[in-house]
């Protein structure tokens, strides 16, 4: 079946710092890959997505690129800051084979703490 | 244009018993999927609901159990609950189609003594 897997966390990084979450996944067809964060007590957000090879997905400073020949989707900052501390979470989706949208398969998240 | 709102925040229950908890979409939003997170976990996939049907379905017993409304809202129902059943259960709602983004609600959390 389909698998996301992330690097473990916590990472912890000092103000405008570079940031490199590895995310590598295995599935079946054709996925889109997603990147969602969740700050404490909340719920996910979208943060960017890709849906296919090649595909570039970018917002609020982050990137990923959709990677095919590794089955990567590494999530890259270039300058974080302290309001980026959050659990980050990578997701590939499964299209539904009878109606409705996707179901998203999650890794376990990467928690990223960022100091002054 | 109010996001995805879940209710009630908070729940506490006790082995056994059964507990419902509810979900409203985005505005214009047809679909409607469960994810259950557990402490430190990546959330898993329950169910997804599309026209008032159970589309797909995780790897979740028969204990828990969905509705959707015409009015796209939509239930969860977990029956004889267990302690590992406590987690932060989360809603989705997005458009039908594939790669169409999903967009969480901040979830009702569950705990069960």
């Known amino acids: 079946g389909n698998s996301v897997t992330q690097m473990e966390g916590p990472v912890t990084l000092s103000e405008e710092a570079f940031l490199t979450i590895n995310c590598t996944y295995t599935a079946t067809g054709y996925p889109s890959l997603f990147w969602y964060v969740q700050y404490p007590g909340e719920g996910l957000q979208l943060l960017l997505k890709a849906t296919k090879a090649d595909d570039k997905g970018s917002n609020k400073g982050f990137e990923a690129t959709y990677r095919k020949e590794t089955t990567s989707f590494h999530l890259e900052k270039g300058s974080v800051q302290v309001s980026d501390s959050a659990v980050y979470f990578c997701a590939l989706s499964d299209p539904g084979l009878t109606g409705g949208g996707n179901k998203l398969t999650f890794g376990t998240g990467t928690q990223l703490k960022v100091e002054l | 244009d109010a996001g995805v709102t879940q209710s009630p925040t908070h729940l506490i229950k006790t082995r056994g018993q059964q507990v419902t908890l509810r979900c409203s979409p985005k505005?214009?939003?047809?679909?409607v999927s469960w994810y259950q997170q557990a402490l430190g976990q990546g959330p898993q996939f329950i169910f997804q609901y599309y026209e008032e049907e159970e589309r797909q379905r995780g790897n979740f017993p028969d204990r828990f159990s969905g509705h959707q409304f015409p009015n796209y809202s939509s239930e969860l129902n977990v029956n004889a609950l267990l302690l590992g059943d406590s987690a932060l259960y989360l809603c989705?709602?997005?458009?039908?189609?594939?790669?169409?983004?999903?967009?969480f609600g901040d979830g009702t959390r569950l705990s069960i003594l």
């Open positions: 505005s214009g939003h047809d679909t």
């Open positions: 989705a709602s997005s458009l039908t189609g594939s790669n169409q983004p999903q967009h």
